[in-house]
Each structure stands twice: as structure tokens, then as C-alpha cells.
Nanobody
Framework: QVQVIESGGGSVQAGGSLRLSCAAS????????TGWFRQAPGKEREFVSA????????FYAESVKGRFTISRDSAKNTVYLQLNSLVPEDTAVYYC?????????????????WGQGTQVTVSS
């Protein structure tokens, strides 16, 4: 089993940047993936980005493509999500999650370990 912990949220003005971190512990070897999801008040949780541990294949939601970048430091068992050109619509609690690698990387049900979430607030 893999455990994950997020960090790095905060408050920024529109156009600003933040970097989120997701540190994994436990069984960190194997065909896993890390996904980032977010949930804004009154809305459903939505997929943001994912990365496969085995080959660093990366995936993004259309709404963040070109603005967010996911990366992984295998030595630190940590996945990063760089958030650039932030807009108020990006305001949400961001969650990282780990699960067995699969094609349905954008489906929250594919992940069985979730962090506690970190708040990102973007003001206009």
C-alpha cells in the first residue's frame, strides 16, 4: 500500500504560480501512478493531471494543459504539480492520489490512496 501527503498550497493573485508536492511512502515500487484531482466548493471532484511511475507518461485535463506541469523525482518518491498562469477558476482543494497504473487515469475510482488535500486560492 502507498500513502501520499500533499503540500504546497496557498493564495496567489491571478497570473501567479504555485508548486504542489505529493510525497509517497510505503510500497513505492511497482506499476503505480499518481494523479492530481481538485474540488471547488459546490462542485464535483475533477481530474487535473496524472503521471505513470514506470515511464513518466503524463496526462492533463484540457482546462490546465499548457499551464500546469506534472513531474516526478523518483529518488524522493515525490510528484510535483507546477501551477502557472493561475486563474480564479483554479481555486479548489487539490488532492493527490496513488493507484495501480491504468488507462483510466482520470477516474478517481482508480486510486486507492488519497492525501488530505491542500487549498489553492486564486484571487482576481
Amino acid at each position: 500500500q502507498v500513502q501520499v501527503i500533499e503540500s504546497g498550497g496557498g493564495s496567489v493573485q491571478a497570473g501567479g504560480s504555485l508548486r504542489l508536492s505529493c510525497a509517497a511512502s510505503g510500497r513505492t515500487r511497482g506499476s503505480y501512478m499518481t494523479g492530481w484531482f481538485r474540488q471547488a466548493p459546490g462542485k464535483e471532484r475533477e481530474f487535473v493531471s496524472a503521471i505513470f511511475w514506470r515511464d513518466d507518461n503524463k496526462f492533463y485535463a484540457e482546462s490546465v494543459k499548457g499551464r500546469f506541469t506534472i513531474s516526478r523525482d523518483s529518488a524522493k518518491n515525490t510528484v510535483y504539480l507546477q501551477l502557472n498562469s493561475l486563474v480564479p477558476e483554479d481555486t479548489a482543494v487539490y488532492y493527490c492520489a496513488a493507484g495501480v497504473m491504468g488507462l483510466r487515469y482520470n477516474n478517481a475510482r482508480m486510486y486507492d490512496s488519497w492525501g488530505q488535500g491542500t487549498q489553492v486560492t486564486v484571487s482576481s
